[in-house]
């Protein structure tokens, strides 16, 4: 069975950091790419980060702007996002995905991804 957990969100203030964990288990890991995307109330689920399991590629959404950071943990499974300078408008559910991972491509579209976890929600304070 896949899961995908995700854990370390909660409340900060502007300017603020935290660093999301995405904890996957019940895959070959090896072959897939791992991603962020966050959804707001009332918009569209948006692509925050992506990387391949060899953590060789990395994509990122155009408002990242060097805020955020994807990495990888292979011996423990697990996927992190770390968000630095964090913004009101980063206020939304952020979800962990795992989807087969393509040779030399940057997976960044929600319909690449076959596996979700719950979300965990994120909420900046101005």
């Known amino acids: 069975q896949v899961q995908l957990v995700e854990s370390g969100g909660g409340l900060v203030q502007s300017g603020g950091s935290l660093r999301l964990s995405c904890a996957a288990s019940?895959?070959?890991?090896?072959?897939?790419?791992i991603a962020w995307f966050r959804q707001a109330p009332g918009l569209e689920r948006q692509f925050v980060a992506s990387i391949t399991w060899s953590g060789g590629l990395t994509a990122y959404g155009d408002f990242v702007k060097g805020r955020f950071t994807i990495s990888i943990d292979n011996a423990r499974d697990t996927v992190y996002l770390q968000m630095n300078n964090l913004k009101p408008e980063d206020t939304a559910r952020y979800y962990c995905?795992?989807?087969?991972?393509?040779?030399?491509?940057?997976?960044?579209?929600?319909?690449?991804?076959?596996?979700w976890g719950q979300g965990i929600q994120v909420t900046v304070s101005s």
């Open positions: 995905a795992a989807g087969p991972g393509k040779t030399g491509v940057r997976l960044t579209q929600e319909g690449e991804y076959a596996y």
């Open positions: 019940g895959l070959t890991l090896q072959y897939y790419a």
